[in-house]
């Protein structure tokens, strides 16, 4: 892939992040912790909404692009169950309990609440699937923009409540949400509107769609499963804490979405790019030694500095939100290990051992749910960070085991270790188990050991940067 691409697959995650930065202080300033932790809910069902009508076929759509000569038809016989079935669904919810989305989701009684959540959810799997179209044509730079689309009119759209002098209340908040998701569709609709012709003109193959539901079966367990290790740390809280706690706790996770730049960036392009190699029968394994091993230097420099200058947050959050540089470090570990699990399991893909990581996450969440029973109840927030960071390397670890018994054993002893090094030290800085001076010198003494586990790594990556400046001072 050129670096061109490459740039143009950045500009979605990091501009997502930017742009992050600078609505989420601004709800936390505008709206009470309990509504930074209604909306939390919302987008927590919202991905379970992808994840259950999408019936794993998005992920059948990427497997299958390359090897399927017929792409118009394929995209339709992917996209179609799921919409049906989420339309016809949510119909049967409007029309028996049209109060039902509101009182189990934000403990309001309210229909408008529950109507405006399932038009959030309908946009979201739509946004989905328009989005892996240009995602799998290779369309970059469009498909960054989809992404940066919702959060640039959420900031606009807060902007105008106050501008406006209108009452910061939930129902304005999850409004613009679903305002902002709605010209992202449009967004989508306009840049794919060449390719949707087609699809609109090709037909539903029924042969293909019962070969991918098989595919795709064991993906919707395992993406539940997978959901549920995700959110079940903030539905805890919810439950064993209160509103404010899981407000918390989501701004510290919500924050944690620089990760985004370089896990959106690597997830966008890893998988396509693993399926090619493996229809051109290319796949290198030095290569892949190499990713692995850059990739873990990254994540822990991340973690590391983000533990160093934690500090900074609280100059841009209220008062209530003083955890959070506490909480930032675990949370950064979830996309993190979740990112590094799908580069040391890609056996489980290429062996088309899907039901693998449905087995993975259902193990992974079990554990999950006792620790976070365990911790929520002592340690708050602060519980529910270290119960995930947990999770997520158990799943990192037991995704890893499988891949190699299903396709090529290879080292990891080393990933293993340095991983969960970055969990306990992730963790003695959740729970704040030293003085702030302290926790500031432990940061600072393993950037430097860095320098020790990841010396060869290091040196390459030095002399690639001075070959590029010598580069640059040529061409000056």
């Known amino acids: 892939m050129s670096k061109y691409k490459i740039l143009s697959y950045a500009i979605g995650p990091f501009g997502a992040a930017i742009l992050g930065f600078i609505s989420l202080p601004l ?17 927590i069902f919202s991905t379970f909404s992808i994840l259950f009508f999408c019936l794993g076929l998005d992920q059948a759509y990427v497997r299958e692009f390359h090897e399927h000569k017929d792409k118009d038809s394929l995209f339709k016989t992917c996209f179609l169950p799921g919409i049906v079935f989420c339309l016809i669904l949510f119909f049967i919810i409007l029309v028996f309990n049209p109060k039902l989305i509101s009182i189990n989701l934000y403990g309001i009684d309210s229909t408008y609440l529950s109507f405006i959540s399932i038009i959030c959810f309908i946009f979201s799997y739509i946004i989905r699937f328009l989005g892996l179209i240009l995602r799998m044509q290779n369309k970059a730079f469009l498909y ?11 900031i606009n759209y807060i902007f105008f409540l106050y501008i406006c002098n209108i009452e910061k209340k939930f129902e304005n908040l999850i409004t613009g949400q679903a305002i902002a998701l709605f010209f992202c569709v449009l967004v989508l609709l306009w840049n794919n509107r060449n390719t949707l012709y087609d699809i609109f003109k090709a037909k539903f193959n029924l042969i293909k769609f019962k070969e991918i539901i098989i595919f795709g079966f064991p993906l919707i367990i395992g993406g539940l499963a997978s959901w549920g290790l995700n959110v079940a740390d903030k539905l805890m809280l919810k439950t064993l804490s209160d509103l404010n706690e899981l407000g918390v706790y989501s701004m510290a996770f919500s924050i944690a979405g620089i990760a985004t730049i370089f896990v959106g960036v690597f997830n966008t392009i890893w998988s396509p790019m693993v399926f090619k190699w493996i229809s051109e029968n290319n796949i290198d394994h030095t290569k892949l030694k190499n990713i692995r091993e850059y990739s873990i230097c990254f994540v822990y420099y991340v973690i590391v500095l983000s533990g160093i200058f934690s500090w900074v947050i609280m100059l841009f959050l209220p008062s209530d939100y003083d955890l959070v540089p506490y909480l930032i470090t675990s949370c950064l570990l979830v996309p993190f290990f979740y990112t590094l699990s799908e580069i040391t399991s890609i056996g489980i893909a290429i062996s088309r051992k899907t039901i693998l990581s449905m087995y993975s996450s259902l193990i992974v969440l079990c554990f999950n749910v006792l620790l976070n029973y365990i911790f929520i109840s002592h340690f708050g927030a602060s519980g529910a960070a270290l119960s995930i960071s947990l999770s997520f390397w158990m799943l990192l670890y037991i995704k890893t085991e499988f891949s190699k018994k299903v396709w090529i054993p290879f080292d990891v002893r080393k990933t293993y270790y340095i991983t969960f090094l970055l969990v306990v030290l992730a963790s003695i800085n959740c729970l704040k188990l030293f003085d702030d001076y302290i926790l500031f010198l432990m940061w ?24 590029l400046i010598n580069n640059l001072k040529r061409g000056l």
């Not at 709800?27 to 987008?43: H, K, N, P, V, Y």
């Open 444 to 467: 600072l003494l393993f950037f430097v050991l860095g320098f020790v586990f990841f010396k060869s790594c290091l040196k390459n990556i030095f002399i690639i940067a001075c070959g």
């Open 144 to 154: 960054s923009i989809s992404q940066i689309t919702p959060k640039l009119f959420l």
């Open 27 to 43: 709800m936390a300033w505008f709206f009470s912790t309990e509504d930074i932790g209604r909306i939390s809910i919302l987008q």
